[in-house]
């Protein structure tokens, strides 16, 4: 794999957590391309089988937008696109996103009818063997067995997302982590079938396909907001600050020839861009070394910082923000 112009941009540490995020996103795939067919043949006419099927599928989507991606990004800047390919995160997170909410609104909708409805789903028999077996047991066991890996690829796949900064790994697994609630929810609709409860399996389909739409929702409306520029957040988006403008200013400000910093900081999909506008003392304008000497020094803080522009002014910029997140 060529992603050399992408590694150049990061620490060791980071190079080695991509190259296992990748491995970690092709197990996936595999996984994936097992348990997709393998639910498809037990699925009958449960509404809850159904939609665990259908999230199984969309499962595909953040693993397949998050390798594009890495290697999208691993292209130089040219003429065209003088920052570089970085956004693709952003891109294969909105995709990843409005699969996820287009389908989870057509399933609730459709889970929900059946309920009002009062659809009973039949659940019959297969042979195996030469014995007559319920095919509610055989759905129960498909997916208990598709409980154990997205348990493990969602916790490793979150510290991953973690150290990388990457907003696509996290929503993928976010993703894990529905998938194995979504095989809790339809083993239980299933059972409940088996006892008598006919509306357990709609509710439990309603559960699995609201679960899908919130994970839409979240994705998508965060995926916005970097494409719009909105400033820099954490990697879940759980703090819209991201500490590193705090210590973009807390540096700038240290510096003796400066008297005020207002920044914008905005995410190109794993790294940041930030601009910084600086007050200087009167009569202490900046020679260019200074400057130049400033912009390595605020790149060196955290290896997601990587475009940094440091400008003097008189008065500073609207919508520009100081130490405490204040515009």
Known sequence: MNRGALRENLPHAQQAALRRAVRLEWGTLAFLAVAIPAVGIVTGGSQAMRAAWVEDMLSLAPPLAFLIAVRVMA????????????????????????????????????????????????????????????????????????????????????????????????????????????AVGSIVGVAGIGVGLWWADAAAAI????????????????????LMDA????????????????????????????????????????FFHVEAFVTARRGRLPALAELARAQEEVRAIDWK???????????????????????
């Open 305 to 327: 910082i990587h475009d940094v522009v440091i400008v003097p002014v008189t008065d500073f910029p609207d919508n520009t923000e100081d130490r405490a997140g204040r515009s």
């Open 231 to 270: 400033r820099a957040s954490t990697f879940d988006d759980d703090d819209e600050h991201h500490p590193d403008i705090d210590k973009v200013h807390d540096y700038l400000h240290s510096l003796r020839w400066v008297t005020g910093v207002r920044t914008r900081t905005r995410d190109q999909g794993q």
């Open 75 to 182: 292209k130089p800047a040219s003429a065209r696109y003088p920052y570089g390919f970085f956004r693709s995160v952003g891109v294969a997170h909105l995709v990843a996103g409005v699969a996820l909410l287009a389908m989870g609104a057509y399933l609730l909708v459709e889970s929900a009818l059946a309920l009002v409805l009062g659809e009973r789903p039949p659940i019959g028999s297969v042979v195996l063997f030469g014995q007559s077996v319920w095919l509610g047991w055989l759905m129960m066991l498909v997916m208990a067995l598709t409980i154990p890996l997205p348990i493990y690829f969602g916790h490793q796949k979150m510290k991953l997302a973690r150290q990388l900064h990457n907003k696509v790994l996290y929503a993928d697994a976010d993703m894990n982590k529905a998938d194995w609630m979504t």
């Open 207 to 226: 559960f699995i396909s609201g679960s899908i739409l919130w994970d839409g929702v979240k994705n998508t409306r965060g995926s916005i907001a970097d």
